[in-house]
Nanobody, 119 residues
Framework: QVHLVESGGGLVQAGGSLRLSCAAS????????MGWYRQAPGKQRELVAH???????NYADSVKGRFTISRDNAKNTVYLQMNSLKPEDTAVYYC?????????????WGQGTQVTVSS
């Protein structure tokens, strides 16, 4: 089992910055993908960014150039640096980890952290 704990959300004015952290614990394999998703009220959960254990990254078009995902493999922690925040970035942000075990993909989620950007 894997447990994910997010931190760093809050209220910020438009143009401001926040840094989210997600620490993973439990049965974590060396090869995995960690990422951030978000869900705004009335909308579907969407990918924000993800990063492989090898450091390859992928971003949603809406956050490219503003958000940066990184990870510390020694600490099993992933970060999301969010700059130039916009009101439309307001959402609950969820940390996610997925890994393969004997050919089966396992996906784990954190409890979510609220990010609110005021205009």
């Amino acid at each position: 089992q894997v447990h994910l704990v997010e931190s760093g959300g809050g209220l910020v004015q438009a143009g401001g910055s926040l840094r989210l952290s997600c620490a993973a614990s439990g049965s974590i394999f060396s090869i995995n993908v960690m990422g951030w998703y978000r869900q705004a009220p009335g909308k579907q959960r969407e990918l924000v960014a993800h990063i492989t254990s090898g450091g390859s990254t992928n971003y949603a078009d809406s956050v490219k150039g503003r958000f940066t995902i990184s990870r510390d493999n020694a600490k099993n922690t992933v970060y999301l640096q969010m700059n130039s925040l916009k009101p439309e970035d307001t959402a609950v942000y969820y940390c996610e980890l997925d890994q393969l075990r004997f050919g089966t993909k396992y996906v784990y989620w954190g409890q979510g952290t609220q990010v609110t950007v005021s205009s």
